[in-house]
């Protein structure tokens, strides 16, 4: 054997180029499945294979079965879509599932098509407490199972990664509280609930909250005493709120502003009713927020969306928003029945411009922005350091708003934003300048994604682009566009070889 192969660290980065993990494949189809065979076949060749292709092969493990036919064949048996233990196990029975299922390190439990027998389940619970899956740092289940009642008793301690969808009976539910004193170094903590659950999760999730101090929260079902200890973290870096249904912080459990997020840097926030997300977003004058993103439920309208643009600016330090976005999500019925009152004007997007940091503008809406070549003028001046520019009507073509800007707005924005590269925007192109700009646009890549727009006069799109936007690239779905894109890109060819000619 070569003696490249006595460095250990070698063998684990060319076995990991091997890693058949594709979630929720379980290595059953294509490259996967190859993947699994090589790794199984490497890990028999010799001694020195063996370890780092079983660590690849085993670090990722979707439910407990993998694991269970690791017993003795005499052992078990799958009867009517059940894994059943028949004869009692000692110790050294469990060797070889000891010897793979420590080498998990992400271990996720959902629907399994094999259900663990509760024989299968009384075996596992008679082990030493978290010596099946020692060493898993990442969790995924859902509480419908039977197994998530005993988690941690076969987990080990050093689950900092966990996700849990409560989808299943409250006395199942209610062992996520056992989660909080098991695994003590919760970094990252993900709970979800179906609509049909809420009341279920506001039962378990704040008594839960108010025992860990993640760095990473997405969670939903709060009340008062847990908001007010997760704005008291001086740990908590991101944050994402599905949904607030109390007031957060009413008058004794209002934080001060000084205290409140004291580390928060990124803000995911889904709003239903408006004045609970206003009353959150009061306590957030001092927070080092880098990154919010606000997107509303189908039952709001463009009147209390606008409602929050004063407390979007009361809580974000204007010195420190770099990324902003906005989706704002209506029945489409009730839009095509009156498009007029989710329309957005430009006044919506000017008072979002004092945060002339921002290298990332988001909005999205179902009728679309009422714009024009003035407002893209405000908003290359406003925003200088803009990279990313997205204004998006979710039901256009359906509904088009009154206004749009021109192909011009392009260059301006090209003009005065400097490190612009990406644009999703819609424009109006019956009108198309005969002449270039006065001063021309930038001459690096910028990607446009012209979305919905119609395309009139396709040779004079590409003629006024080529002039003033030679470094533009077009992506769209539609035909049309791609090949506007194709003459752009052969007309700036041809120009390049004319001007090489003549020196």
């Known amino acids: 054997m070569h003696r490249c192969w006595e460095i250990a660290e070698l063998a684990h980065l060319?076995?990991?180029?091997?890693?058949?993990?594709?979630?929720?494949?379980?290595?059953?189809?294509?490259?996967?499945?190859?993947n699994a065979i090589a790794l199984s076949r490497l890990a028999q060749t010799c001694r020195r294979f063996s370890d780092p292709a079983l660590d690849v092969l085993w670090r990722v493990n979707e439910g407990l079965i993998p694991i269970l036919r690791c017993l003795p064949s005499r052992a078990w048996e799958i009867r009517e879509g059940r894994f059943i233990v028949v004869s009692p196990l000692d110790l050294e029975d469990w060797a070889r599932c000891l010897d793979h299922s420590k080498r998990v390190k992400i271990f996720s439990y959902r629907r399994d098509p094999i259900i663990v027998d509760s024989s299968a389940l009384?075996?596992?619970i008679s082990l030493p407490a978290g010596t099946l899956l020692p060493n898993?740092?990442?969790?995924?289940?859902?509480?419908?199972?039977a197994l998530f009642s005993y988690l941690t008793l076969l987990l080990g301690p050093r689950v900092d990664n966990v996700y849990v969808f409560l989808d299943g009976p409250t006395f199942r539910s209610a062992a996520l509280l056992s989660f909080a004193s098991h695994f003590r170094c919760l970094e990252y903590v993900h709970i979800d609930a179906p609509p049909t659950q809420q009341q279920i999760a506001l039962k378990c999730v704040p008594s839960f909250i108010t025992q860990i101090a993640p760095r990473i929260l997405n969670v939903q079902g709060l009340n008062h005493q847990a908001y007010r200890h997760i704005s008291s973290l001086s740990n908590?870096?991101?944050?994402?709120?599905?949904?607030?249904?109390?007031?957060?912080?009413?008058?004794?459990?209002?934080?001060?502003?000084?205290?409140?997020f004291p580390a928060l840097r990124e803000l995911q926030l889904t709003v239903s009713v408006p004045h609970f997300a206003i009353n959150f977003l009061s306590v957030f004058h001092d927070a080092p927020l880098t990154t919010l993103c606000l997107s509303t439920t189908e039952d709001s309208t463009a009147e209390n969306v606008s409602a929050l643009v004063p407390a979007i600016r009361a809580a974000c330090a204007i010195c420190h928003l770099e990324i902003l976005r906005i989706f704002l999500c209506e029945d489409k019925d009730f839009v095509l029945d009156d498009p007029s009152s989710y329309t957005l004007t430009f006044e919506f997007?000017?008072?979002?411009?004092?945060?002339?940091n921002l290298h990332h503008l988001s909005v999205a809406c179902p009728v679309g922005v009422e714009l024009h070549d003035i407002s893209m003028e405000t908003i290359g001046r406003s925003l200088p350091l803009l990279k990313i520019l997205y204004i998006m009507g979710d039901l256009s073509p359906l509904v088009v708003p009154k206004s749009r800007p021109t192909l011009s707005s392009l260059v301006t924005l090209s003009q005065l934003c400097s490190r612009l590269h990406k644009v999703w925007l819609a424009v109006d192109t019956i009108s198309v300048p005969l002449v270039p700009c006065d001063s021309g646009g930038k001459t690096s890549a910028l990607t446009w994604h012209p979305l919905d727009s119609v395309l009139?006069?396709?040779?004079?799109?590409a003629g006024f682009l080529s002039a003033n936007l030679p470094g533009l690239h077009i992506k769209s779905p539609n035909q049309v566009w791609r090949e506007v894109g194709d003459l752009l890109v052969a007309r700036v060819e041809t120009a390049r070889e004319q001007q090489r000619a003549l020196f």
Do not use: K, Q, W
Request: charged residues 10%; proline residues 12%.
């Open 349 to 356: 997007i000017r008072h979002l411009l004092v945060y002339r």
């Open 136 to 145: 898993v740092t990442s969790l995924s289940c859902l509480s419908s199972g």
């Open 122 to 124: 009384e075996s596992m």
């Open 14 to 34: 060319v076995f990991n180029e091997l890693d058949p993990y594709i979630p929720g494949t379980s290595y059953v189809t294509g490259p996967c499945r190859t």
């Open 236 to 260: 908590l870096v991101t944050l994402t709120i599905g949904g607030i249904s109390v007031m957060p912080f009413p008058g004794p459990s209002r934080p001060s502003p000084e205290t409140a």
């Open 456 to 461: 009139h006069r396709p040779a004079g799109v």
